[in-house]
T-cell receptor
Framework: GAGVSQTPSNKVTEKGKYVELRCDPI?????LYWYRQSLGQGPEFLIY????????DSGLPNDRFFAVRPEGSVSTLKIQRTERGDSAVYLC???????????FGPGTRLTVL | QKEVEQNSGPLSVPEGAIASLNCTYS??????FFWYRQYSGKSPELIMS????GDKEDGRFTAQLNKASQYVSLLIRDSQPSDSATYLC????????????FGKGTMLLVSP
């Protein structure tokens, strides 16, 4: 079946601009996660959704970052007033629920000039 | 603060040898442990999970867990050039959902 999909695959923006990154999880997966991976680092947890609600947003670095999942399926990660330090690969993942394995999408490479 | 430590490598082994990858974690409450493989420019791919002390084998891969020592390892037998990748250790507190804390990864290079 189809895996986790993310769009766009690459995004180049200028400092100060607003960006939206989209994630389409595996059908039937109720849990959805956003991670961020900088060069040479492991993925870093940002936010977790169970259904429509953000169950844990403790990993969001500051209030410029926000994510939604209005219908419990597709999620959008929103970054306001982007900074060069936001440049990274943003990974979305989904799972059937707690304690089950997590499947990652291909990621969106964000470059802030 | 939850931490997961791995040697960054690269770990170089000849084809056919055993590759041994190690990981330590700081949070004694951790319950679930995972090894992911990540090829350059690709997303992480789960290869092993382990939840209890001891060994777990799956094909050429063996995961080992020692909770008393807060240590997880991955052995790859009969290493192949296609195993060349970065291996990420991830730990989950299992506090009702699966938010993983990852190490920085160890790069493995298998030479023909």
């Amino acid at each position: 079946g189809a895996g986790v999909s993310q769009t766009p695959s690459n995004k180049v923006t200028e400092k100060g601009k607003y960006v939206e990154l989209r994630c389409d999880p595996i059908s039937g997966h109720t849990a959805l996660y956003w991670y961020r991976q900088s060069l040479g680092q492991g993925p870093e947890f940002l936010i977790y959704f169970q259904g429509t609600g953000a169950a844990d947003d403790s990993g969001l670095p500051n209030d410029r970052f926000f994510a939604v999942r209005p219908e419990g399926s597709v999620s959008t990660l929103k970054i306001q007033r982007t900074e060069r330090g936001d440049s990274a690969v943003y990974l979305c993942a989904s799972s059937l629920g707690s304690g089950t394995s997590v499947d990652f999408g291909p990621g969106t490479r964000l470059t802030v000039l | 603060q939850k931490e997961v430590e791995q040697n960054s490598g690269p770990l170089s082994v000849p084809e056919g040898a055993i590759a041994s990858l190690n990981c330590t974690y700081s949070d004694r409450g951790s319950q679930s442990f995972f090894w992911y493989r990540q090829y350059s420019g690709k997303s992480p791919e789960l290869i092993m999970s382990i939840y209890s002390n001891g060994d777990k084998e799956d094909g050429r891969f063996t995961a080992q867990l020692n909770k008393a020592s807060q240590y997880v390892s991955l052995l790859i037998r009969d290493s192949q050039p296609s195993d060349s990748a970065t291996y990420l250790c991830a730990v989950d507190l299992n506090s009702g959902y699966s938010t993983l804390t990852f190490g920085k990864g160890t790069m493995l290079l298998v030479s023909p």
